[in-house]
């Protein structure tokens, strides 16, 4: 039976300066979390021996220990509450992940907002999270982490200069050369005789999201002789399915078709008709081109609009508007009267809620919109006269690759389009963008709020949610906000949630608040630091099992959350008040020259949060069975 005895401090090993100051450590053999101590006198373990950990002694600084699979959600819509549910609304809790490390107070503040502005929750919010630090007055010791969402509420003209990267092919029958854009006019140039869809030109301008605050897409029309369509999409990226959604239906998959478009108003020269369309799920789940009856809601036209009604009211443009979720449609003489098509917040219509007459409400998926534009007659032209989007470069906006090079811009669509289909599709299925059924009669818009932003609340979730009372699997009549097949939320703890797994605004947000600037607050927990240490001897022939690798291991030892005195952080000791013995298995007397102790997580990697000198002491004696 013997002890050993072994320190991450050696004094064999310590870098001095000419005084015989110590000028370095912690470094190499004497890091505190992985060290070697070699042995003069060989370590003689007798055959047939079982080794325990007799006692620890650490310093660990107080950090936040984050693995690879904590998350925690953020969500920008209404509040599931006063019987408001998941399928009521058109929105879900985007994730984020802070990276796996250990971090200190300040260097996690930094992380979590960094990971929140390049977050893909949606392009009013985007790159506009502050993330402070909350401490006592007195003691200066860290309560909690306050986050500010800033929501944009002004917006300005995008001017286009006619650059690459401006404009792209929305599908995969149309290429470069099909166009010209010159930063205002799109015209279809392409040559029948060299491609047999040439006429069928569609481009999309890729880089500026639509504002929200009242954001406009103006166009003129006037330069057209036969078919053609402006609308507002989703991001198309034409090598992945032919620029369609993943779940469109499959006739919208055939080359001579243009894609899938969210929004858009065509004129078709086959019927002399303007038609007004988004993209609506069907019984199937599948999205496809629903049309909107206009003329039943309009004040202005009785029947569709055709080339005769053009010429005798002089139109020549067309111009969307998005007022928060909601898109508005308009036709009219560009510089002069426009008349209202699709309208939330114009009382002269019918009705601004019906979903027979108005467009769906924007949702993760739609939230981010992007203008496009659709011409079939060579040399046809559109002219783009205002357009007031959200340039977001400055802030890290990133547009996606094409090809073998996608990359997932900063979108949610494209952030998720291959990664994520079934949120995809979960989002355009639900009730609220479904079409108009005897149930389902109306949409559910939000507006603008007093501060001129977009009227949604903040909601934080940090941990598993309570309501457990649906059958349903995917709770969509409940009031949770993140689905079951998503993975649940687990970083309350860390954030400070106490034994809060939501924060909701109308609850959470702090006195200082403001219609465009809400900061959640979260409770003060008692303690906020979950470092998880495990003590593993690499030369030892002990086995024990880590089912968090599905492997074999050599961890004796699993440190408790408190020491011996009940502290978390700082000098720690520990001994267990009741050692487990690991045998060795070794069938014939051991000699060791080196023993190698490592301080690792649940995953064996390296521990970051450890300081000064550690000391591990072992016990070895002949196994008793």
Request: aromatic share 10%.
């Amino acid at each position: 039976m013997s002890l050993i005895i072994c320190s991450s401090t050696q004094d064999e090993y310590l870098r001095k300066n000419r005084s015989g100051d110590v000028i370095s450590s912690t470094n190499g053999l004497s890091n505190p979390a992985s060290f070697s101590n070699n042995f003069r006198s060989p370590l003689l373990i007798p055959k047939d021996a079982e080794v325990a950990v007799e006692s620890v002694k650490i310093n660990r600084s107080p950090l936040f220990d984050i693995p690879d699979e904590s998350l925690f959600y953020f969500y920008h819509g209404p509040e599931l509450t006063g019987g408001v549910v998941a399928s009521d609304v058109t929105k879900i809790p985007v994730p984020i992940r802070i990276p796996r490390g250990a971090y200190t107070v300040d260097s996690l503040r930094a992380a979590l907002e960094d990971t929140l502005n390049k977050s893909n929750s949606d392009p009013e919010t985007f790159g506009n999270y502050v993330v402070t630090i909350n401490r006592e007055t007195t003691t200066n010791e860290f309560r909690n982490f306050l986050i500010k969402t800033v929501r944009k509420n002004t917006k300005s003209a995008i001017t286009f200069t006619g650059a690459d990267g401006e404009i792209r092919p929305a599908n995969d029958v149309t290429d470069a050369v099909d166009f010209n854009w010159n930063g205002t006019t799109f015209t279809n140039i392409g040559d029948p005789t060299l491609n047999p869809f040439a006429f069928d030109c569609v481009a999309q301008l890729p880089q500026y999201p639509l504002a929200s605050v009242s954001g406009v897409l103006e166009v003129n029309f006037s330069g057209t002789t036969v078919d053609w369509t402006v609308g507002l999409s989703r991001m198309r990226i034409p090598e992945v399915n032919r620029g369609q959604p993943l779940n469109c239906i499959e006739p919208l998959k055939q080359e001579d078709t243009e894609p899938l478009i969210d929004y858009s108003i065509e004129y078709n020269d086959d019927t002399d008709e303007i038609g007004v369309f988004h993209a609506l799920p069907d019984e199937n789940g599948k999205l496809r081109f629903v049309e909107i009856d206009y003329p039943s809601n309009a004040p202005d036209f009785s029947s569709k609009i055709n080339a005769s009604k053009i010429s005798a009211s002089g139109l020549d443009s067309v111009r969307f508007t998005l007022i928060g979720n909601a898109l508005q449609l308009d036709i009219g003489t560009q510089g002069g009267t426009f008349y209202p098509l699709v309208s939330t917040t114009n009382a002269s219509m019918t009705s601004n809620t019906d979903r027979r007459y108005n467009f769906k409400p924007t949702s993760n998926t739609t939230e981010s919109l992007f203008p496009v534009f659709a011409l079939f007659g060579q040399n046809d032209s559109l002219d783009l006269t205002t357009y007031e989007g959200r340039n977001l470069t400055s802030v890290g906006w990133n547009v996606t690759t094409t090809g073998e090079r996608f990359t997932a811009g900063s979108d949610f669509y494209s952030s998720n389009i291959k990664s994520g289909k079934g949120i995809i599709s979960h989002i355009d299925n639900k009730k609220s963008l479904r079409q108009y059924s005897a149930e389902l009669a109306n949409f559910s818009y939000k507006g603008l709020n007093a501060s001129n932003a977009i009227d949604y609340n903040v909601v934080m979730i940090g941990g598993a949610e309570r309501d457990l009372s649906s059958t349903n699997v995917n709770r969509s009549e409940t009031a949770t906000y993140v689905i079951p097949y998503t993975q649940r939320a687990n970083m309350g703890t860390s954030l400070g949630f106490g034994d809060y797994a939501v924060l909701e605004q109308s609850i959470f947000a702090t006195a200082g608040s403001t219609p465009r600037d809400t900061t959640i607050e979260p409770p003060v927990a008692s303690s906020l630091y979950t470092n998880e240490c495990f003590i593993r001897a690499n030369n030892l022939t002990g086995t024990s099992y880590n089912g968090a690798k599905n492997s074999i291991s050599r961890i004796l030892y699993s440190l408790p959350r408190f020491d011996n005195a009940g502290n978390t952080v700082g000098n720690l000791y520990f001994q267990a008040s009741e050692k487990t013995y690991i045998k060795l298995n070794n069938t014939h007397e051991l000699t060791l020259n080196q023993l190698d102790i490592d301080l690792v997580d649940r995953s064996e990697r390296i521990v970051k949060d450890l300081t000064g000198n550690t000391i591990v002491i072992l016990y070895v004696r002949k196994s008793s069975i």
